[in-house]
């Protein structure tokens, strides 16, 4: 064997071996990159959920003196002979009408962020997860009258598409009543 044959060889024998240690070495950075793009998405992800956990916080948080004001002329949640009255009285009464206007409306706002994935429906179960469940329910014939009257189909969809959904979720609250703990949400 001639020593240029040897020298071919060895510089291919070398050339192999290094193009395979670059390759592993690439193969390497793109496992480590492939798991810093997973990392970074998944951080991502978590700072979008607490974002919108957050966002709900404060939309309840903001709106609580509002309902509260609302509580004391609106029947609770729950009570569905004392809404059922109430209804009634919307059909001579203006006031109690925009009574039942404004408070259904805070929960379409809230409805609506939450459908629209604004708001997380998780905080929104957990905190008032009953309440819109029954509010759905209990003002169903003044929703239902207030869309023919208005030839509005899609008035107060987002509460009742909420209620659905949440529905559906059924959880009981932390102290296993399946109510929440507080009547003034």
Same mark, same amino acid.
């Given at each position: 064997?001639?020593?240029?044959?040897?020298?071919?060889?060895?510089?291919?024998?070398?050339?192999?071996?290094?193009?395979?240690?670059?390759?592993?070495?690439?193969?390497?950075?793109?496992?480590?990159?492939?798991?810093?793009?997973?990392? @970074?998405?998944?951080?991502?992800?978590?700072?979008?959920?607490?974002?919108?956990?957050?966002?709900?916080?404060?939309?309840?948080?903001?709106?609580?003196?509002?309902?509260?004001?609302?509580?004391?002329?609106?029947? !609770?949640?729950?009570?569905?002979?004392?809404?059922?009255?109430?209804?009634?009285?919307?059909?001579?009464?203006?006031?109690?009408?925009?009574?039942?206007?404004? !408070?259904?409306?805070?929960?379409?706002?809230? @409805?609506? #962020?939450?459908?629209?994935?604004?708001?997380d429906v998780d905080i929104?179960?957990?905190?008032? #997860?009953?309440?819109?469940?029954?509010?759905?329910?209990? !003002?169903?014939?003044?929703?239902?009258?207030?869309?023919?009257?208005?030839?509005?189909?899609?008035?107060?969809?987002?509460?009742?598409?909420?209620?659905?959904?949440?529905?559906?979720?059924?959880?009981?609250?932390?102290? #296993?009543? #399946?109510?929440?703990?507080?009547?003034?949400?």
């Open positions: 064997m001639h020593w240029s044959n040897i020298v071919v060889a060895a510089a291919t024998v070398l050339g192999v071996a290094v193009n395979s240690v670059l390759f592993i070495v690439f193969y390497q950075q793109l496992r480590t990159l492939r798991r810093q793009v997973q990392q @970074a998405e998944a951080a991502t992800n978590r700072d979008h959920v607490r974002r919108r956990q957050q966002s709900t916080m404060e939309f309840l948080a903001a709106t609580w003196e509002k309902r509260a004001v609302l509580r004391e002329h609106v029947p !609770y949640d729950l009570d569905a002979g004392a809404i059922a009255d109430f209804i009634k009285r919307t059909d001579t009464s203006a006031r109690e009408r925009k009574l039942a206007v404004d !408070y259904l409306s805070i929960w379409e706002l809230l @409805a609506t #962020g939450v459908n629209m994935e604004v708001f929104v179960e957990r905190m008032a #997860g009953v309440p819109i469940r029954e509010i759905s329910r209990n !003002y169903s014939s003044f929703i239902e009258d207030r869309r023919r009257r208005f030839n509005a189909p899609n008035m107060y969809a987002e509460v009742t598409t909420l209620a659905s959904v949440l529905e559906g979720r059924s959880s009981p609250h932390a102290d #296993g009543s #399946g109510e929440p703990a507080d009547e003034n949400l």
